[in-house]
């Protein structure tokens, strides 16, 4: 006789059905076939497998994402034959372990994003902070030293510019103190050096001028009391 096309399916067609359904990625219809499968048959550990894929939007178990959450995910391990239940684990294990990966590499990328932007000492030492998080990962240990380089550059460049307006309004002390505290950095050696003098002579013209008011004064009294 020929086959009832309005007989119920069995659930091994509907199984076969389903991912079907899930090359097609008709997600909906795919999930209804696992569905009626598990209603007919609640052990059958492909048909759980097939409501994982169809919840997740995974044509493949290879599409998967993070499945461990998944209620269905319990379901089929709780079902699965050894193997099914081997694989899943698996699935598992490599899904989480490419996630942890991917937000490593995500912070690895946020990091070089910050130091290609930064243009101040503390962006510099926000991105060394943001890579050394990153331990051995790729060139994280290489990439907090050239943060730090260039964070201790932009703090000196900082002080000299402060020196040099000192020394430009003549004020001699404070700008050799600056100076001095870049030693060995550009001109800061000669500059000190230069404020140095320059501080000597203003306090022997100062020391001059004082002397010379005072006689003045002296004279100024004596030729009064005549």
């Not at 091994?12 to 097609?24: N, P, S, T, Y």
């Not at 942890?100 to 101040?120: F, P």
């Not at 000196?156 to 700008?175: L, N, P, V």
Request: aromatic residues 8%; contains cysteine.
């Amino acid at each position: 006789p020929a086959p009832n096309p309005n007989a119920p399916l069995s659930p091994a067609a509907l199984v076969k059905q389903g991912f079907e359904k899930l090359g097609q990625k008709n997600w909906e219809e795919a999930d209804g076939c696992f569905a009626q499968a598990l209603e007919k048959q609640p052990e059958n550990d492909m048909a759980s497998l097939g409501r994982l894929l169809a919840q997740f939007r995974c044509a493949t178990p290879k599409e998967l994402q993070d499945i461990s959450q998944s209620e269905y995910y319990a379901k089929a391990l709780q079902s699965a034959n050894v193997t099914v239940k081997k694989y899943l684990l698996s699935s598992v294990k490599q899904i989480q372990r490419k996630s942890q990966l991917d937000k490593i590499e995500a912070a690895y990328l946020q990091a070089c994003t910050v130091m290609t932007a930064a243009a101040s000492e503390a962006q510099y030492r926000q991105a060394a902070q943001l890579f050394a998080k990153l331990n051995d990962y790729k060139d994280s240990r290489a990439q907090v030293q050239e943060c730090l380089k260039q964070a201790e550059n932009l703090r000196k460049d900082g002080i000299y510019r402060t020196a040099i307006k000192a020394m430009e309004h003549k004020k001699a002390a404070e700008a050799a103190a600056l100076f001095q505290q870049l030693p060995g950095w550009r001109n800061a050696d000669t500059l000190a050096q230069q404020c140095q003098t320059l501080q000597a002579n203003q306090a022997h013209r100062k020391g001059r001028r004082v002397k010379f008011f005072r006689r003045a004064a002296i004279t100024v009294a004596v030729v009064a009391a005549l």
